[in-house]
């Protein structure tokens, strides 16, 4: 044998050595391919080669890798005799990469001479390509299974942070989406209908498609449509292949797009969108990787229907939220160790008003007293907020009254809110204010009473004059008797017009019907003309008018010397036998003046000076005084229809000032 000879059967003999030593133990495929085709060039002593591997999937064979060749000197077409292709200075030999008779790819050893490869040489790249299509298999296969529990990994992943209340779901999508298909740009569209066709919109997208955000189109539109109508992911290894025409073989030509995979996102069978994610270089997408796409797309289904669910329940507690937080009424909800989960604005402004703010339900309960209906004092266990603890619903009225005595009159309902076990675990109560209604029917009562009794005694009285008429006709030819008769039927006449009089104005201003007539007029010559007509009704009192300048304006002075006389009325009725009223008009600035009336009567309280101007409200003095309580109630409706206003400053004890204030002129 030849030194050649022997030297070439030393190499083979060391290649296949090699190629026996490592093939048990590279697992990783590029490692497998780099090596089957450097020992089987170093063998044929081939200037260039490459190593293509068929896709099971597709039925196709693919570039797997090369050496000595370039984008500038491809590798020549596949010949069928003994010369080079066309235009290309490379011979070749095919050496074909089996596993039990099934084939996995092909060795292509390129020659510039054409080569004279000796019996021995073809039977060691025999033997090179029988191991090193096992060793690929064994790679290819290893490399699936890291590639499947990589992906298992990312929607492992991907599930647990979709999981987090703030997670951002579109994003942990489109960035998952990627990872897995290991995109430059990925992005997702949600499904609507408008005037009865469906469209897809784009709402989500991350790197350079972010400007396309907005984009619709109908879901009949070319690929779409497919990708509408069938499960399994639409592949598109090569952009290239779309029709150019379509919209999403347009759109993606002009972002770069050059591989992307787009599946439909199904919830429940029924498509909510599409996920998208691109390559922006030719890709072959693995199985695992459109797998655990298709699989992303159902998690990103689930979750963003879950997301929309959420953010519709949110939407909907924040109206109902709002609704309460602005209702009228006071709603509280309360746990059962007595903390305070709730309270709308008119519970806290009523907590605050009661003086029992406290977080802890039952520290500021303790501090208010309950009464019921009859003004009798409920103990704790009959309140409406413990029976409901108790598993009771409770509609009632109750009264509240602080420490400080102020008193409040509700209307209740408590109700129990009970978990799914039927456990109570809180209770809601809503109360509403109704002390204004409460006072109005007490009004009203007392009106009836005090207008009865107010009629019945100039009607007694008359009702007396007519008798004694009767019984002795002689009394009015006796000029004496006849003028004190007559002085008695006209004062109860008077009486009886002053009252309905009274009645009618209030009901004339119930109704926006009290018209003002004004006219040029002299406020200080106003309040001379009520003390005179004053002191001619009553001798009891002393009046002091202190007006020393006149006061010209523009007013109603009818009704203006109404509000002097119910001002001057009250203060003689209330005032001791002997005592000064004085009237007081002056100047303010030059818009306003003022009339102050002062009394020495025992005052009003505190708590009773914003009462005395509600019409039939009569204080704790007037209970042993006449009148209907609708004199200072006119008073005030007067002088505001004027746009002036009156009040009261007292001490008890040391009479008071009413203090009426006009504008000069009708504003």
């Known amino acids: 044998m030849s030194d050649e000879a022997q030297a070439q059967a030393a190499l083979e003999l060391r290649a296949l050595q090699r190629v026996i030593a490592s093939g048990a133990r590279a697992l990783e495929l590029d490692v497998v391919l780099d090596r089957c085709l450097e020992q089987a060039m170093t063998v044929a002593r081939a200037d260039a080669g490459t190593l293509y591997l068929r896709d099971p999937k597709r039925g196709n064979y693919r570039l797997a890798t090369s050496r000595n060749t370039s984008p ?3 590798p020549p077409p596949l010949t069928v005799d003994d010369r080079p292709a066309d235009g290309h200075p490379f011979f070749d030999h095919v050496v074909v990469l089996s596993v039990d008779t099934r084939r996995v790819g092909f060795l292509r050893l390129l020659f510039k001479q054409k080569p004279a490869l000796a019996d021995s040489t073809l039977n060691t790249l025999e033997a090179i390509a029988a191991f090193e299509a096992i060793a690929l298999e064994k790679a290819r296969v ?6 499947r529990a990589r992906v298992a990994h990312a929607l492992n992943d991907c599930a647990e942070r979709l999981l987090d209340p703030d997670a951002d779901v579109p994003r942990l999508i489109l960035d998952f989406a990627c990872r897995l298909g290991r995109g430059n740009g990925a992005l997702f569209s949600t499904v609507f209908e408008r005037d009865g066709v469906q469209y897809a919109r784009i709402v989500h997208a991350i790197g350079d498609d972010v400007k396309l955000i907005g984009i619709e189109m109908p879901t009949t539109a070319p690929y779409l449509r497919e990708a509408m109508a069938q499960h399994a992911p639409t592949v598109i290894e090569e952009v290239e292949s779309l029709d150019p025409s379509s919209m999403i073989g347009a759109v993606a030509r002009q972002q770069g797009t050059r591989a992307f995979i787009l599946v439909t996102m199904r919830q429940a069978g029924r498509p909510v969108g599409q996920l998208f994610v691109k390559s ?3 890709r072959v997408y693995a199985d695992a990787e459109v797998d655990g796409i298709q699989l992303l797309a159902s998690m990103a289904a689930q979750a963003l229907t879950r997301e929309q669910r959420q953010a519709a329940e949110r939407a909907e507690h924040a109206r109902v939220a709002g609704i309460l937080e602005h209702l009228p009424v006071a709603v509280a909800v309360i746990d059962k160790k007595g903390a305070i989960i709730h309270l709308n604005d008119a519970a ?10 406290d977080p802890d339900w039952r520290a500021g309960m303790a501090r208010l007293t309950v009464l019921d209906k009859e003004g009798r004092q409920l103990p704790y266990d009959q309140r409406p907020l413990a029976r409901a603890f108790d598993g009771v619903t409770t509609a009632s009225e109750a009264t509240l009254v602080s420490a400080t005595g102020h008193r409040v009159h509700l209307q209740t309902i408590v109700v129990p809110l009970r978990n799914s076990d039927g456990a109570v675990y809180a209770i809601m109560a809503a109360f509403h204010d109704v002390t204004e209604l409460r006072e109005l029917a007490d009004a009203k009562d007392r009106f009836l009473s005090i207008a009865s009794h107010e009629l019945r005694s100039p009607i007694t009285s008359l009702r007396a004059t007519t008798s004694l008429l009767q019984l002795d006709p002689n009394a009015l030819t006796d000029e004496a008797r006849r003028t004190v008769l007559l002085s008695r039927i006209q004062r109860q006449v008077d009486r009886l017009s002053m009252l309905v009089e009274r009645l009618l104005d209030t009901t004339r201003l119930n ?5 003002l007539d004004y006219a040029d007029g002299d406020l200080a010559a106003l309040c001379q003309d009520a003390v005179e007509h004053a002191r001619l009704t009553d001798a009891e009192h002393r009046y002091v008018v202190d007006a020393p300048a006149p006061i010209p304006g523009r007013w109603d002075p009818a009704r203006i010397e109404q509000v002097l006389t119910n001002l001057l009325n009250n203060a003689s009725r209330y005032s001791p036998p002997r005592s000064e009223i004085v009237v007081r008009a002056r100047l303010v600035d030059g818009e306003h003046a003022a009339v102050d009336v002062v009394d020495q009567g025992p005052g009003v309280a505190v708590d009773q000076q914003a009462k005395l101007f509600t019409p039939f409200y009569r204080g704790a003095a007037a209970s042993r005084k006449g009148g209907l309580g609708l004199g200072l109630y006119i008073t005030r409706e007067i002088v505001r229809r004027h746009g002036g206003s009156v009040r009261v400053t007292s001490t008890p004890g ?5 203090s009426v204030e006009l504008p000069l002129r009708p504003t």
């Open 654 to 658: 040391h009479g008071a000032t009413f």
């Open 72 to 74: 500038d000197s491809p």
């Open 280 to 282: 922006n270089e030719p």
């Open 142 to 147: 290893h490399q699936q299974a890291e590639l």
């Open 511 to 515: 109704a926006g019907e009290l018209p």
């Open 348 to 357: 806290r402004s009523f907590a605050v008003r009661m003086g029992s703010d």
